[in-house]
Antibody, heavy 119, light 106 residues
Framework: QAQLVQSGAEVKKPGASVKVSCKAS????????ITWVRQAPGQGLEWMGW????????NSAQKLQGRVTMTTDTTTTTVYMALRSLRSDDTAVYYC????????????WGQGTMVTVSS | SYELTQPPSVSVSPGQTATITCSGS??????ACWYQQRPGQSPVLVIY???ERPSGIPDRFSGSNSGNTATLTISGTQAMDEADYYC?????????FGGGTKLTVL
């Protein structure tokens, strides 16, 4: 069955960068996009951006533009999200989710990756 | 930027009907979807395209969307439905989430 498996928890210092991976399996990778969503402790969901599994086109949230980079490796069906110049308010659980265009919705979610930014 | 507004909390008695709203400018002109998130778990899609249920989602979950408001309705609410619920729509190729509603089953 389709699933997304993310990399493990990270602890970073302010100003550093983090790269989270999301391994897709059980479906045609090029037929779907991947969206990144984050959730700060005790807060709601925040849409970060998406990347096409077909051609690698991306679109990111305006507030994160310049700090976030999303890439794909089609040979390993893995998507990566890199966030640089980390601040304490970047502390959150980061989720990848499959974007089903025919549903206009995120139908499969990864297990989440906790990123803690602390000095 | 586009915004979606949800009530912070809704309470319902077991077996009764829970209604969670999501408001946004001309939201009825867009597709709305809903996610359920239980504590410590990843979100799960429960409604897409305003009214459609993914396979495996009980038919007590239903949705509607008209004007400026999308609505998630849970009929015959069960204790297991206690969770946070988020609406989501797309605006100018960017995703937008509502702030979330905590559903308490008393």
């Amino acid at each position: 069955q389709a699933q997304l498996v993310q990399s493990g928890a990270e602890v970073k210092k302010p100003g550093a960068s983090v790269k989270v991976s999301c391994k897709a399996s059980g479906y045609s990778f090029s037929s779907y996009g991947i969206t990144w969503v984050r959730q700060a402790p005790g807060q709601g969901l925040e849409w970060m951006g998406w990347i096409s599994g077909y051609n690698g086109n991306t679109n990111s949230a305006q507030k994160l533009q310049g700090r976030v980079t999303m890439t794909t490796d089609t040979t390993t069906t893995t998507v990566y999200m890199a966030l640089r110049s980390l601040r304490s308010d970047d502390t959150a659980v980061y989720y990848c989710a499959r974007w089903a265009v025919d549903r206009d919705a995120l139908d499969i979610w990864g297990q989440g990756t906790m990123v803690t930014v602390s000095s | 930027s586009y915004e979606l507004t949800q009530p912070p909390s809704v309470s319902v008695s077991p077996g009764q009907t829970a209604t969670i709203t999501c408001s946004g400018s001309k939201l009825g002109d867009k597709y709305a979807c809903w996610y359920q998130q239980r504590p410590g778990q990843s979100p799960v899609l429960v409604i897409y395209h305003d009214t459609e249920r993914p396979s495996g989602i009980p038919d007590r979950f239903s949705g509607s969307n008209s004007g400026n408001t999308a609505t998630l309705t849970i009929s015959g609410t069960q204790a297991m439905d206690e969770a946070d619920y988020y609406c989501q729509a797309w605006d100018s190729r960017a995703g937008v989430f509502g702030g979330g509603t905590k559903l308490t089953v008393l």
